[in-house]
Every structure is written in C-alpha cells, then in structure tokens.
C-alpha cells in the first residue's frame, strides 16, 4: 500500500525492476542519483502520477513509459538526454529458432499444442510485434534498439527507446537521425498525440 517513496541523494545507479511490485505507488522520487537507464517494468505502476528523475545519468528512456496513464509530472533535467540525444544501433542476427517462429507468426501457419513441444508452444506465445507500421513483422530476442524521438506536452522532444525487428525497419529511422530532418519526427506522431494529453508537466530546466 506503499504510496510516497523517496530515494534521491543516495548514489544509486539502477532502479530494481520489483519497484513494479508496488500497485498503490503514486509519487516516486529518484532524483540526485546515478541512474543510467528506467527499467521497462516500472510502467506497470499505472497509480504513479509524478516521478522525478532529475540530475541522474539518463541519456533515454524506455517507450513504455507512455503507458504510465495518470503520470502528471515528470521532472528529468540536468539528465544527458535533455542537452543531447543517443542514436545508438546494436542488433545480433536470430538464431534458426526464432527465424522459424518469425515465419511461423508473420505467414499465419496454423499449429495447435499437439502438433509441437510445449516449449515451442510457449517460445511463440512470446512473440513481440514490431512497432514499425510499415512491416507487421515479430521479434522474440533478436531486435534492434533504437532511439525514437517524442513529443511531450507538445513542447520539449524526448528519447525514448524503442525495438524494431531488423535493421531494415530502423534505416529510415537512422538516417533521419545522422541527418536531423523531420522523419523522426513524423515516425513519433502518433506516441506524440498519446503523450500530449497525458503528461500536465515536463520539468526539463
């Protein structure tokens, strides 16, 4: 039932993933730290309605955080990723296991539990779809992260990271960030419109 936690000024440098174990947690504060990276799980808090992360080590955060429904305010200045962005592409190629479940998902090939091992069955259950509207495509552990720029409170542009299944589907993304035009910009309208009504305050200076 835990509502209020405050942990800023302690020089801690990651946030364990069971903060997410904390259904009622409105008002968490983790600032003057030094934190690197929000863990996707802390989305789950759905109650939370202001997290400060201000003066820590933050050069992005996770996409999932835009499901923090009720979040009001957000406080991340003196962070790497107000003064600059990371545009970072790291991808490892699938293994023959998850070529075979990509296309066994992405062509609709029909199976039933006693058609193959239960491992199998629950190894495509964990298929993540890609974000790219123009591919359709799944990824289960190779994919490529990528920086995604959004626009909060139709005022401030944040990092946030997001996966992609190939690097295919990041090239349009990549190169717009070597080139700094507005395709980023375009491929984060719609997170954009989602985040805009959603957060009341971005604390950035």
Known sequence: SLEFLYLGGNFITSIPP?????????????????????PPQLAQVHSLRSLS??????????????NLVHLEELSLRG???VVRFVRDLTYNPPSLLELAG?????????????????NLVRYLSLASNCPN??????YFDSCVRQIKFVDFCGKYRLPL????CSPECSSPCSSASQSSTSQSESDSEDEA?????????????
């Open 18 to 38: 069971e903060l997410a174990n904390l259904p009622s947690l409105s008002y968490l504060v983790l600032s003057d730290n030094k934190i690197q990276s929000i």
């Open 53 to 66: 992360l201000h003066n820590n080590l933050l050069t992005y955060l996770p996409r999932e955080i835009l």
């Open 161 to 164: 990271m997001h996966y992609l």
């Open 193 to 205: 419109i989602v985040a805009a009504h959603r957060m009341q305050k971005v604390l950035l200076g």
């Open 102 to 118: 990509r296309t066994i998902k992405t062509r609709n090939v029909p199976y039933a539990p006693s058609d193959v091992p239960g």
């Open 133 to 138: 509207p123009k591919c359709g495509g799944v």
């Open 79 to 81: 962070n790497p990723l």
